[in-house]
């Protein structure tokens, strides 16, 4: 027999593997658009390691290590759907564990595995759709700034935080959460099945819950972390295989580093942005 270091040489078929195999992909971070100002989980960053974790030769399953508290539900859609394409295509049972949090977008992605676990102090949940925004009208008024807008389409400045909100804009809005919410609730029932305790009246209000109380739930299947869950599963000789991004080379890196402070290069935007990533840890009390 050969080595396992040379075993990749062989065609599959011909492969032996001596110990349990499983790759463990982490998807960390708020859901959406990546800056360099703020990391986080997009269709983009993520289906490389998807595809490299379910390409493993001998794998038994694929691990998924959740840490998420939400975003863009679009995003989260597509990462779910990545997952669940590749388990069905390659046949591998997926195993998701949860850590600070899976909640709201971070829950959908979690939901593309066979089973999830999580900590007893993980948040899970937050089965439901938000929209946050601020509005700037009497601040523009006050210091003399005049906003002007020109449209061509009748709701192409809809919800511009510089004019008073309108309440056909806001009704508008709540249709289209409503339905992003249908297509949320439908995926976790499908997903989750009998194992749902619909006792719960608040289950897909938006609420969140810690580990235990999301067993009671059935949000998720049992609690414990990635290493003692697959110990137990595939026996305590399993091998992890970490699937990390790959680097960029040393001068894209440098290049691409913007000064913090006291420099022209800072983007409002993307500080912005990191607010708002750390908002939304914040409403879960992380």
């Known amino acids: 027999m050969l080595p396992a270091s040379l075993q990749v040489l062989l065609p599959s078929r011909y492969r032996s593997y001596r110990h349990p195999i499983v790759p463990v992909v982490r998807l960390s971070g708020a859901i959406g658009t990546v800056t360099s100002f703020r990391s986080g989980l997009a269709m983009a960053n993520v289906a490389q ?16 290590v959740v840490n998420s508290p939400g975003g863009s539900a679009a995003q989260s859609h597509l990462i779910f759907r990545r997952i669940r394409s590749l388990a069905e295509e390659k046949k591998l049972p997926v195993l998701a564990f949860v850590e600070d949090a899976a909640a709201s977008g971070g829950y959908m992605i ?40 020109h449209t061509a389409g009748e709701n192409k400045a809809m919800l511009d935080p510089f004019r008073p909100e309108n309440p056909e804009d806001v009704a508008r809005l709540k249709g289209l959460q409503a339905k992003i919410h249908e297509v949320f609730v ?6 989750r099945g009998e194992r749902l305790n619909d006792s719960y009246e608040d289950l897909f209000s938006g609420a969140f819950w810690v580990g235990a109380e999301a067993v009671d739930l059935g949000l998720v299947d049992g609690l414990g972390d990635v290493r003692s869950i697959l110990r137990q599963r595939y026996g305590d000789d399993v091998q992890f295989r970490m699937i990390e991004p ?11 580093r913007r000064p913090l402070i006291g420099g022209s290069l800072l983007d409002p935007a993307e500080v912005v942005g990191a607010l708002e990533e750390r908002a939304a840890w914040a409403r879960l009390g992380l």
Request: proline share 5%; charged share 20%.
């Open 49 to 64: 390691l998807l595809e490299r974790a379910f390409s493993v030769p001998g794998a038994k399953a694929v691990a998924i």
């Open 110 to 149: 979690a939901c593309a595995a066979d089973e999830i676990f999580a900590d007893p102090a993980s948040i899970v949940g937050s089965i439901g759709v938000v929209s946050a925004g601020f509005g700037f009208q009497e601040l523009i008024a006050r210091i003399g700034v005049e906003r002007r807008v």
């Open 186 to 191: 439908d995926l976790v029932k499908t997903r």
């Open 246 to 256: 790959a680097r960029p080379p040393f001068l894209a890196r440098l290049i691409g």
